[in-house]
């Protein structure tokens, strides 16, 4: 079993969620799994956040997704692949 996941830490998310938002759409058939992950609520919002995704599908797409999301400024991505020997 091989499960592949990509990390996303975002700054200045009020201002990069938008950017951000408009990748996950365009590469959602990818996205199996999503949690968005951000401390406060209501008026305390934090200005960053980590988005935790578990993709599907074509590994080479997993890896142009995550350039892309590496060209916003403010934006980390890894992506991570995990596996059990069997």
């Known amino acids: 079993m091989e499960k592949t ?3 996303i830490l975002v700054s200045h998310r009020k201002e990069i969620a ?3 938002q408009k990748l996950l759409t365009a590469w959602g058939c990818l ?3 999503r ?5 406060g609520v209501l008026d305390n919002c934090s200005e960053s ?3 935790l995704l578990e993709l ?3 590994k080479d797409k997993h890896t142009e997704f995550t350039r892309k999301l ?8 890894e ?4 596996s059990l020997g069997e």
């Open 5 to 7: 996941v990509l990390l």
């Open 18 to 20: 938008v950017n951000v």
């Open 31 to 33: 996205i199996k799994t």
């Open 35 to 39: 949690l968005g992950i951000h401390d």
């Open 49 to 51: 956040g980590l988005l």
């Open 56 to 58: 599907v599908g074509d």
């Open 70 to 77: 590496k060209l916003i400024e403010g934006v980390s991505a």
């Open 79 to 82: 992506l991570v692949t995990l």
